[in-house]
């Protein structure tokens, strides 16, 4: 795999583990990667979430403890646990090779991240895909761009365990080779097609930009066409985790 560019990545990439918290989370880790599980905490109330999880790690001589909450709050280095919390193997993005591996093509949306920094942004985003359908998700080489991370992860609500999440470093030239395939659009706030218009005789890419600035002008040029939702004046714009909800919504 790849080196993670985002900076809480390469901070996080020092460890040998990742946090996972959260009923939702633990349960897709213990579902799609149990090989992945180090360890387990949990508080006495999840009692009944930890108990076949705690099996499993008894038959594979894992680690796992029933802990107070403020010693789990210690542990995950958040309040915000859930009441449980594994320590998996780090997972990162994985760098997209050529030809791009059959599980990019597996779902009918894929949304496309372009120096979305924030990565609870991301693990929205990754929730709202995985609802609608999607398989799969693409983040580009801008090193603004959020991997995969423990806040990530705990805001996926379980979803990036269903999701292959893949690394585009040349994102341009990525969607110049995936244009056959998808309908590549990128999300702008103005001067778009309304989500009505986009065709849809193909799977569609949906291309979505750093809430400042946008896609780059790069990924812009790459694309096909673009989408713009519109909403009342008062404010310029939703937030890019919620603008995609309502875009997957309206293209699926």
Known sequence: MHEPLHPAARRAAQRDFQRICGVNAVRALFLRRPEAVLALNYVEARRPVAGPLCRYL?????????????????????????????????????????PPPPSLFAGRLLPVLDGIGNPHNLGAIARTACFFGARALLLSGDERQADLSEAAFRTAEGALEHLSVFRAPDLPGTLRRLSGQFTTVAAVAKGGVPPAQVPRGKPIALVLGNEETGPAPEVLAACQGTVTLEGSPLVESLNVAAATAVLLHALR
């Open 58 to 98: 008894a038959r594979h001589r894992r680690p796992y403890d029933e802990v107070t909450p403020e010693r789990l709050a210690r542990l995950a280095g958040t309040e915000h646990h859930g009441g449980i919390m594994a320590l998996a193997a780090p997972r990162w993005a994985e760098e997209l090779g050529a």
